[in-house]
């Protein structure tokens, strides 16, 4: 039974228009969402995180948003770039730094086209 | 070295070997993690050790057998593993710290085939 769940496997943008990866999760327990970014050959890297008593954060280009009621967070990539490409995982955890534990999603590979 | 490096990338072995894989992190943390990464499956968590205590084992098969001798180094010794064990494995660290976020830092991942 999937807890988070990235349900496009993949998807395709232009260079300079919002890339937007959505995840849901089934947990009602979770309070603490991450986004990692994954290159071909790399280990995922930390990208944006939020937290549930938040339902906005933003970093620069990225920005999370998350709607506990739907149980659903997304992330917006604006402007997308061409070195924006990688797969995209969704991850949460219950209780924030004292549970070690992240539940991952399958990845969404994104595309981004010159 | 910075951050968190993993020995060897790539490992092909037979059902009937044993071998290791080695996961050094250099970031000070205290937490380390094996997951395992099938292909179009999610990130399985499969160890956790927490300042060399293991925390967690996720149901993992005992021919996976970890060792942390300190908060920096995490091994994987394997034996007898089956054609289904290939997959891309991950290591990772973190420090916990109360109530503030599990940010994990992964390795690269040794590419693991089992013929």
């Known amino acids: 039974d999937q807890q988070v769940k990235q349900n496009s496997p993949s998807l395709s943008v232009q260079e300079g228009r919002i890339s937007i990866l959505n995840c849901d999760y089934t947990?009602?327990?979770?309070?603490?969402f991450l986004w990692y970014k994954k290159y071909p050959a790399e280990g995922p890297t930390f990208l944006i995180s939020?937290?549930?008593?938040?339902d906005k954060n933003e970093d620069g280009r990225f920005t999370v948003f998350l709607n506990k009621s739907a149980k659903h967070l997304s992330l917006h990539i604006v402007p997308s770039q061409p070195g924006d490409s990688a797969v995209y995982f969704c991850?949460?955890?219950?209780?924030?730094?004292?549970?070690?534990?992240?539940?991952f999603g399958k990845g969404t590979l994104l595309t981004v086209n010159p | 070295e910075t951050g968190v490096t993993q020995t060897p990338r790539h490992l092909v072995m037979g059902m009937t070997n044993k071998k290791s894989l080695k996961c050094e992190q250099h970031?000070?943390?205290?937490?380390m993690y094996w997951y395992k990464q099938s292909a179009k499956k999610p990130l399985e968590l499969m160890f956790v050790?927490?300042?060399?205590?293991?925390?967690e084992n996720n149901s993992v098969p005992s021919r996976f057998s970890p060792e942390c001798p300190n908060s920096s180094h995490l091994f994987l010794h394997l034996h007898t593993l089956q054609p289904e064990d290939s997959a891309l494995y991950l290591c990772?660290?973190?420090?916990?710290?109360?109530?503030?976020?599990?940010?994990?830092?992964f390795g690269p991942g040794t590419r693991l085939t089992v013929l």
């Open positions: 939020i937290s549930s008593i938040k």
């Open positions: 050790y927490n300042f060399k205590e293991q925390t």
């Open positions: 970031l000070g943390h205290n937490a």
């Open positions: 990772a660290s973190s420090r916990p710290r109360d109530w503030a976020y599990n940010e994990q830092f």
């Open positions: 991850a949460a955890s219950v209780g924030g730094g004292s549970n070690y534990k992240l539940t």
């Open positions: 947990n009602s327990m979770f309070d603490y």
